[in-house]
């Protein structure tokens, strides 16, 4: 069972992958719900270190389960080109719900959407506005890569 303790994550650890962040781009199923708010989880990889696709499938199970009494969105989130993707959910509920998803599922951000602009929440506690909305980063239908390299070997 995963702990929703908060982990110390030191800034300069994140630093190293906040452009990276800052630079995400979305991939959903389904079209997005007109909610204003919200935000985009994923259970992959906790804390940035990769796991086998087995644990990345459980997690992602938790998660789902966590959040089954919201309407949500099964997607990906990843690198522009989406080499790097790992499976993420948009959940359509209170943005103040991300602190409590992005430690229990020990991740180092979360991506919240508030009166429909997008921010980054690092595990740190640190706040970015990306200047953007959601839709803007979300890619239509786009042939995915056969390499993840989110994935462990």
Known sequence: MLTPEIKRIAPALLDVYLDDYKEASFVFAQ???KAASGCVITAFNPYGRKVGIRKNRYLHGLLIDAIRHFRYTNGFGGDKRMLYRETSVFVSCDPRLAWRYLRRFQQNGVYVVRRGMLYLLLADG???????TLAKRV???????????????
């Open 31 to 33: 079209p997005l719900p």
């Open 139 to 153: 890619h239509k239908r786009p042939c995915l890569p056969r390499q993840n390299r989110a994935q462990a070997l």
């Open 126 to 132: 640190r706040e970015f506005k990306l200047g953007c």
